[in-house]
Every structure is written in C-alpha cells, then in structure tokens.
C-alpha cells in the first residue's frame, strides 16, 4: 500500500523567506502527484499537479518537483506571505490503484509578519 | 456552479441518528471521491464512482455507511445510526476523469459532530 509522509508536521518562517516543504512515497509506480493547500474550516484547493513523466511544476511563487525514482517531492515557496499561512497536503495517485490518492497528514505552516 | 458545493456545512446530530451528507460535484465531472478527515489525521479514503461504472466502495468503514450517486451527478453519503467516532470532516472531491489521471477538486467539506 503506498505511504505518504511529509515532513516538517509544522514550520514557522518570517516574511520574504524561501522555503521547501518535503513529501515522500513509497511506491514510485505513480500517474501524478498533487500539492493542496487547507485553510482552516476549507476543503482543499489544488495548487499544482505534475504527472509521472513531469520534473517540475510552477505557478507564480510555488515550484513544485518530483522525483519518482527516489519518491521524493517538494513544493517550493519563494518570498513567503502571511497569507501564504496554511497547511499544505501532497497526494499521490497509484498504478494500480488510481480509484483513490494517498494523502499525507500535512505541513502546517506559519508566515510570520 | 463553478467548484465542488457539499451540504450542509455543519452537522450536529445525536448518537444513534441517521445523517445524510450531499455532494454536488463540477459540471461535467466524471469522477466523483469522498473523503473523511478527523482531527490530527490524514484523509481517508471512503468511496470511489466514476461514471455507470460500480462503485468502489473498499474504504466504507463498516456496514453503516452507504453512498449513491444519481444521474452521474449528485452524491449522497448516508451515515446510519450514527457513533461518536464518525465525528469528523467528510469531503467530496470531483474530477474530470477517473483512473487518478486528473487533479482533484475539492468541497468545502460537512463537518459532522455526533454527541
């Protein structure tokens, strides 16, 4: 079954910093893998997906990567906002069981003003 | 309308109710998902429908929870006699096709408290 993990569960940075937030998998036979962000009391808003056969991904600030091999991704957050506060979900669509996507618990993240 | 509208928003019922929880996904929109999220835990996956195709009910937690959809459009998860540990955040999430080849879209989610 696959696992998704995301580390850090929580990061707290000051404005205008860079940051990276890690997803791992443990299976690498993936369609694609998405990154959301949850504000509190929302559902989740998709962010940017990259398919198996995709390195990288970018909209606007955020860059997402993945490396498939090595079942690794990681979204990229350039000169952070407060409003950029939220906790972040990767998700990850399996071969073989595409009726579903395995979702981490999240990275819950604090832009300090 | 314009993205995935779940209903109600918030649900309080007693233990040992039945609540039905209502999802109506993006025009348009093959693929249909539902997902529980409790407190400090990750998503579950519940149930699956994609088109006419039977839906793949493997994450049903147990014998109480069913869901329809009909017409290939509206979905209506039912909770029966209803225990304090299905106090949780069900989210629907719709996409264009199945197979997990398409981005998800999600609800706002029904927040379920069973006292």
């Known amino acids: 079954k696959q696992e998704v993990t995301q580390i850090p569960a929580a990061l707290s940075v000051p404005e205008g910093e860079n940051l990276v937030l890690n997803c791992s998998f443990t299976?690498?036979?993936?369609?694609?893998l998405q990154w959301f962000r949850q504000d509190p009391g929302k559902g989740l808003t998709s962010l940017l997906l990259i398919q198996s056969s995709q390195r990288e991904q970018t909209s606007g600030r955020l860059n997402a990567s993945l490396d498939k091999s090595s079942g690794r991704s990681t979204l990229y957050i350039a000169a952070s906002q407060p409003g950029d506060s939220a906790t972040y979900l990767c998700?990850?669509?399996?071969?073989?069981?595409?009726?579903?996507?395995?979702f981490g618990t999240g990275t819950s993240l604090t832009v300090i003003p | 309308g314009a993205g995935v509208s779940q209903s109600p928003s918030n649900k309080v019922t007693e233990k040992g109710k039945d609540v039905e929880l209502r999802c109506d996904p993006i025009s348009g929109h093959t693929a249909l998902y539902w997902y529980r999220q409790s407190l400090g835990q990750g998503l579950e996956f519940l149930i699956y429908f994609q088109g006419n195709s039977a839906p793949d009910k493997s994450g049903l937690p147990s014998d109480r929870f069913s869901a329809e959809r009909t017409g290939g459009s509206v979905s209506t998860l039912t909770i029966q006699r209803t225990q304090q540990e299905d106090s949780a955040v069900y989210l629907c999430?719709?996409?264009?096709?199945?197979?997990?080849?398409?981005?998800?879209?999600f609800g706002n989610g029904t927040r379920l408290t069973v006292t």
């Open positions: 999430a719709s996409s264009l096709s199945g197979g997990g080849h398409s981005p998800l879209h």
């Open positions: 299976d690498s036979a993936i369609y694609n």
């Open positions: 998700a990850v669509s399996s071969v073989g069981t595409g009726n579903q996507f395995y």
